[in-house]
Antibody, heavy 127, light 107 residues
């Protein structure tokens, strides 16, 4: 079973860069046919997709965050990472990494879903 | 962005009840609609993808239906472990994938 684990600082100062990593077990990022994603959830609120990365480095970002976010992959470490620049209090959230599963036989285009998740890590942006 | 509106925002029910949760999209999303369950303090868990296909290991008391803009998640007989928050999510378009605001199912 695929396992994901987020890691990184739990406290970030305003205007600094929020940086997280997601270590993947029981699956190899190199040459995999999956995208990998970051999703966040502010305390007491709903879920927001941040972006996704392919093992080749190809990325998709939420337009609302695109100007401040970079997602990258390191196949040698079997992990992928998130950076959010110029962090503000609005970036305070539980951050989840997830695998993007897909089903290609059902519809005219593949349907994608988040089928394996990390446990999440709370990042607080505060001075 | 495609907006997903879930109703109700919260729902009180009892063990054994049949409940139906609704998700409405701001535009046609065909059947590109998934459902997740989130227990308190836990990561979301995929329940259903493409409207009606149960993820492996999900009990058959969960079912989904709909197409276009209106979708439902039904739990046929509530169990104690089903009290959680449920989210719908669309990927009809890549930019961006969006979630509904959630329905909290309470005892």
């Amino acid at each position: 079973q695929v396992q994901l684990q987020e890691s990184g600082p739990g406290l970030v100062k305003p205007s600094e860069t929020l940086s997280l990593s997601c270590s993947v077990s029981n699956a190899s990022l190199a040459g995999s046919s999956y995208y990998w994603a970051w999703i966040r959830q502010p305390p007491g609120k709903g879920l927001e997709w941040i972006g996704s990365v392919y093992y080749s480095g190809s990325t998709y970002y939420n337009p609302s965050l695109k100007s401040r976010v970079t997602i990258s992959v390191d196949t040698s470490k079997n992990e992928f990472s998130l950076k959010v620049r110029s962090a503000t209090a609005a970036d305070t959230a539980v951050y989840y990494c997830a695998r993007v599963g897909s089903e290609r036989a059902l519809l005219s285009r593949p349907i994608f879903f988040f089928d394996f998740w990390g446990q999440g890590t709370l990042v607080t942006v505060s001075s | 962005d495609i907006q997903l509106i879930q109703s109700p925002s919260s729902l009180s029910a009892s063990v054994g009840d049949r409940v139906t949760l609704t998700c409405r999209a701001s535009q046609n999303i065909d059947t590109y609609l998934n459902w997740y369950q989130q227990l308190p303090g836990k990561a979301p868990k995929l329940l259903i993808y493409a409207v009606s296909f149960l993820q492996s290991g999900v009990p058959s008391r969960f079912s989904g239906s709909g197409s276009g803009t209106d979708f439902t998640l039904t739990i046929s007989s509530l169990q104690p472990e089903d009290f959680a928050t449920y989210y719908c999510q669309q990927n009809y378009t890549t930019s961006p994938w969006t979630f509904g605001q959630g329905t909290k199912l309470e005892i």
